[in-house]
Structure formats: structure tokens, C-alpha cells
Nanobody
Framework: QVRLVESGGGLVQPGKSLRLSCELS????????MGWYRQAPASGRELVAT???????NYADSVKGRFTISRGNTLNTVYLQMNSLKPEDTAVYFC??????????????WGQGTQVTVSS
């Protein structure tokens, strides 16, 4: 069973930084991409950043220049460095992995979410 475990959320003042981590456990055939999404109260889930197996990266316009997504050496870990945080970045952040399962089925896994609150 594929699991994603996130860490690193918390309360931070505007302008400060946080780093989120996500580690995938379990067996997959291939890991296609990992990424971060967020959901603010009374809002839908939105893409923050993704990184694919080839290293290609995609960011939401709202975080470009402030957030950086990267992978760990083992490739089953993804990080989100968030700098110059704004109150509008307040949300629950979810880690996502898209992969081919051992039975060659395209699948998505989601973490449990970690709260990020930006407030003075």
C-alpha cells in the first residue's frame, strides 16, 4: 500500500519561511510525479507545485519566485521550500504522488495534509 507522510507545517509570520517534506512509502512500478496542492477554507484544492520523474517543474502563478519544489536523493521524497509567506498562503497543504502501480494502473496517492498558517 502506498502512503504519503507530510511534515513541516505550522504557524509563521508574514515574510517568513517554512519547509514542507513528504515521503512516499510502499511499492510502485514507476513514480511519475510528486507535488503539492493546497486547500484554503471554503475553497477548492489547487495546485501549488509539481515535479515529474524527468525533473520538470510546474508552479502556480501565485507562488512563482517564492516557493521551490525539489526531490530528495532517493526520489521518493519531495520538499516545498516556502519563502516570503503571505497570509493568503494559509491553507492545508497536501502531498500528491502519481504513479503506476505494480499492476500497471495509473494511480494517485494523497497525504493527510499539513496546516500552514501565516499570520502576525
Amino acid at each position: 500500500q502506498v502512503r504519503l507522510v507530510e511534515s513541516g507545517g505550522g504557524l509563521v509570520q508574514p515574510g517568513k519561511s517554512l519547509r514542507l517534506s513528504c515521503e512516499l512509502s510502499g511499492s510502485v512500478f514507476t513514480l511519475n510525479a510528486m507535488g503539492w496542492y493546497r486547500q484554503a477554507p471554503a475553497s477548492g484544492r489547487e495546485l501549488v507545485a509539481t515535479i515529474n520523474s524527468g525533473g520538470g517543474i510546474n508552479y502556480a502563478d501565485s507562488v512563482k519566485g517564492r516557493f521551490t519544489i525539489s526531490r530528495g536523493n532517493t526520489l521518493n521524497t519531495v520538499y516545498l521550500q516556502m519563502n516570503s509567506l503571505k497570509p493568503e498562503d494559509t491553507a492545508v497543504y497536501f502531498c500528491n504522488a502519481r504513479y503506476y502501480s505494480l499492476t500497471r494502473v495509473v494511480s494517485d496517492a494523497w497525504g493527510q495534509g499539513t496546516q500552514v498558517t501565516v499570520s502576525s
